[in-house]
């Protein structure tokens, strides 16, 4: 029996991380985690209970101890926090916003690499900022998704201006923001792997840039049975 298949997606906010990683998970009938969404969880669980974001020690704490799961299909995927589903809550501003902060907490991070990797042995599609340098380094396939900052701002606007209030401009900003925190933070900081195949989507559609994922995979694939 041939090994897991895994697949690592890195890349900024915006860059379509997760509807190229369920496209993919879907196509190649493989477990989907989106790690943005478990780090979405622990800012949840931070913003309900005592702890203050500001303790990096208590945050990484909680984050060791709390119960986080993906469930379902990569369309209709579920996120429980204790057993909770919290899918629709984690995709707030405020919960998203509170996220990127956590995520710069090391302890925070190491807990959810070894839940990530636990969760990815049998082989899984997972996208994120560190997949492909820290959690599975030795992926069988490693994309760097990226795109200029407007068009990932306008994405990500055009996702959440139905319930956030949020301007163009202030998406922008909060974007560039989280953009040089996750570059610039000690602990598994946004890297391209030197092995990743570097994917700019800017002007393309979804479709055009999964057709280029899927023949990186095919070849890779190939490689696997000669």
């Given amino acids: 029996m041939s090994r897991p298949l895994i697949i690592a997606i890195d890349g900024p906010s915006g860059a379509g ?3 190229l990683g369920r496209m993919l998970a879907r196509e190649l009938n493989l477990l989907y985690i989106d790690t943005g969404s478990m780090y979405r969880a622990v800012a949840l669980a931070v913003m ?12 990484g704490s ?16 579920e996120v429980t926090l204790e057993g909770r589903d ?9 919960v998203t916003h509170l996220s990127s902060i956590i995520s710069a ?5 190491r807990a959810m690499v070894e839940r990530q990797r636990e969760m990815g042995k049998g082989g899984a599609v997972l996208n994120g900022r560190d997949i492909g340098t820290v959690v599975f380094p030795n ?7 990226t795109a200029v900052p407007e068009e990932r701002a306008k994405r990500r606007f055009v996702e959440h201006a139905h319930n956030s209030g949020v301007s163009f401009d202030e998406t922008l900003t909060d974007m560039s923001e989280r953009d040089q925190r996750d570059a610039t933070r000690t602990d598994s900081p946004l890297a391209t792997a030197e092995d990743a195949i570097v ?12 057709e ?12 696997r049975q000669s």
């Fill in 17 to 19: 991380k997760s509807t």
């Fill in 199 to 210: 994917l700019d989507s800017t002007g393309l559609s979804i479709n055009e840039v999964f």
């Fill in 105 to 109: 907490i090391p302890e925070v991070r």
């Fill in 86 to 94: 919290v899918t629709e809550e984690i995709r707030s501003e405020e």
């Fill in 62 to 77: 909680l984050a060791a101890r709390i119960s986080i799961d993906l469930r379902g299909e990569p369309d209709s995927l």
């Fill in 212 to 223: 280029r994922m899927m023949v990186a995979i095919r070849e890779k694939l190939e490689d």
């Fill in 139 to 145: 992926a069988d396939v490693k994309f760097f998704l």
């Fill in 48 to 59: 309900e209970s005592s702890v203050s974001s500001n303790d990096d020690v208590a945050v």
